[in-house]
């Protein structure tokens, strides 16, 4: 069975840094592509950053682009969102999801993913 876990959520000032943590088990095919989601109330989902795990390709949007860094973490099968520089409107539930590539901006639709996590809750205020 295959099972996503964020972790590592919290309430932080503005300016300040958090890294999240998924874990991703039961994966059976030796490359995939991790996405970091976040959802905001009454907003619509919104891909932030991704990561394929073989090649460790990243990509981000453009609101992220040199605040957040996606990378692998601690252990096999983790993958981290260091996040910097948290601003108010980062505010919003965070969710991985994982899918077979990356590629053509497939990580960017939820939609093309049916993989997810329960989600870890970040607030960024003052």
């Known amino acids: 069975q295959v099972q996503l876990v964020e972790s590592g959520g919290d309430s932080v000032q503005p300016g300040g840094s958090l890294t999240l943590s998924c874990q991703v088990s039961g994966l059976v095919i030796g490359s995939y592509c991790v996405t970091w989601f976040r959802q905001a109330p009454e907003k619509e989902r919104e891909a932030v950053a991704a990561i394929n795990n073989s090649d460790l390709s990243t990509y981000y949007v453009d609101s992220v682009k040199g605040r957040f860094t996606i990378a692998t973490g601690n252990g096999k099968n983790a993958f981290d969102l260091q996040m910097n520089s948290l601003k108010p409107e980062d505010t919003a539930m965070y969710y991985c999801?994982?899918?077979?590539?990356?590629?053509?901006?497939?990580?960017?639709?939820?939609?093309?993913?049916?993989?997810w996590g329960q989600g870890t809750q970040v607030t960024v205020s003052s």
């Open positions: 999801a994982a899918r077979i590539s990356c590629l053509d901006g497939k990580w960017l639709r939820v939609d093309n993913f049916q993989l």
